[in-house]
């Protein structure tokens, strides 16, 4: 039994293996996906190797006697209105702003895959109600919504998470459930449910699977969304907190001092747009590889 | 509420409607003028990349619309305000002034903040206007076009660009929602007495009748666009019948 197990793992295993060259034969064609895709790791493992690369703490290291100096060796990207250094604050506010996107889309896309899934496979009135919220709450544009929502809960990083999951659920909801539409008729579904299948089951290990590709593609387009979201909240004050570093909020900083102190604006402005470039990019290319129809 | 009566501002005692109608032309006039902006830049880049497919025309129609969709308007509005406003003095950085009261004026204050706005929805609009017209230069109708003696402008302009107008109008509806949201940002970085702006500050006053009002207003905005947008498929594709039982 347990070889059987075992030989069953490894064939698996082996199909993964061969499925992912097979991926990136294909997605490896367009270079500027793979480039987009290296500029997402990249970001990502400075996201997570911020404290080690910060040479100087971006909070507690204020130096007064050094106020708004220019980029040098020591302050790579200068250093802002208390003496922090901006590098540093560049860094850390990339974990801050990647660490909120991220959570913030993988709830989203959570509740609306239970929404969607529910939603599209029972139809009739629970589909009626659930679409209807839906709708209400895409009537509002996003980022007006959550800067609602954060007006209402009060702003810190665990609110700016909860008020873009919010904002964003309904997207994937829809997007789920036009699948799950497009699926729940087909004849091997039938064929499970006349087989005793729970509806649990299907839901979740036979219909679920068809919407992995466009939520895909739509989790890399509403992760860019997503951190573009964080920064223009963090900008207009409603986002992290100070003296808590993100990228919206150095920008804010810098604002005051754009005209002494123009690198306090622009190195945080190119993190996001390189961020967001990446993400399109790699998002493009997903597209292109998991619907050939849109390319 | 259903009587229009949306209640007063904590902070300035003032109706909330009052607030609205004071704030709104500044927004309305912001958001048009940067939807005329992407537009602008959007259809031609967006023709000439689907045109010239596949050559350095395309490659770099798709560059500008790629930055455009990156570059957040917030950042290339300060980026706009240090270049055109504090070093080369072309405009002025902040402010707003009301187009009754001097035309020149009006367009000076906005155009950096529409330009801000508006590329991103450039970015937008241009990809899908590249895309659009690429799926319908394929089809058979523009060859038989071709075949007829069409000249390229007729093919282009009369024809695939009216039939690519779709989806195109689509995204810039769906898009509508960006640019409110927008507004918000821009307004405040340019001193903009706009809709936007009141909400900001609203929700630092913790003015909740006044934040109420505004996110209902702009629902309201959104929900009308999206109407609008349906009504126009019925213009680009006579098909498109709404009396049809």
Sequence with gaps: MEYVEITKEAEKKGQFAEQMRAFWKV??????????????????????LAPLLAPFDP??????????ANPSATHLFGTDEFGRDIFSRVLMGAQVSIAISVSAVTISAAIGIVIGLISGYYGRWVDNVLMRIVDGLMSFPPILFAIALMAALGNNMGNIIVALAVVYAPLFARLVRGTVLSVKNKEYVEAIQVMGGSHIRILFKHILPNCLSPLLIQMTTYFAYAI????????????????????????????QYMLEAPWITVFPGVAIAVTVLGLNLLGDGLRDYLDPRMK | ?????????????????????????????????????????????????????????????????????????????????????LHLGWFPSTGYVDVTQNLWKH????????????FLQAGIVTRMTRSSMLEVLKQDYICTIRAKGGTEKVVILKHALKNSMIPIITIIGINFGLLLGGTVVVETIFSIPGIGQLLVQSV????????????????????????????LYAYFDPKIDYNEG
């Design chain 2, 204 to 231: 630092f006053n913790r003015d909740y009748p006044v934040i109420q009002g505004v996110i209902l207003c702009v629902a309201v905005i959104y929900v009308l666009i999206s109407l609008v947008v349906d009504l």
């Design chain 2, 107 to 118: 367009l000076e204050h906005l155009a950096l903040p529409a330009f801000a706005l508006g």
């Design chain 1, 27 to 48: 997605f490896s064609i367009r270079k500027t996906a793979v480039f987009g895709l290296a500029i997402v790791c990249f970001v990502i493992l400075i996201a997570i």
């Design chain 1, 228 to 255: 573009l979201a964080e920064a223009s909240l963090s900008f207009i004050g409603l986002g992290v907190p100070q003296p808590e570093p993100s990228w919206g909020n150095i920008l804010y900083d810098g604002r």
């Design chain 2, 1 to 85: 509420m259903l009587s229009g009566d949306l209640g007063h501002s904590l902070v300035s005692d003032k109706e909330v409607l009052t607030l609205l109608w004071e704030r709104l032309p500044a927004t309305m006039a912001l958001i048009m003028y940067a939807l005329l902006i992407s537009v602008v830049i959007a259809i031609p880049l967006g023709i000439i990349s689907a045109v010239r497919h596949n050559t350095r025309w395309d490659y770099g129609a798709m560059l500008i619309a790629l930055i455009g969709v990156s570059v957040p308007n917030f950042w290339a509005g300060l980026l706009l305000i240090m270049t055109f406003s």
């Design chain 1, 59 to 68: 909070v507690e290291d204020v130096d007064y006697g050094n106020r708004i």
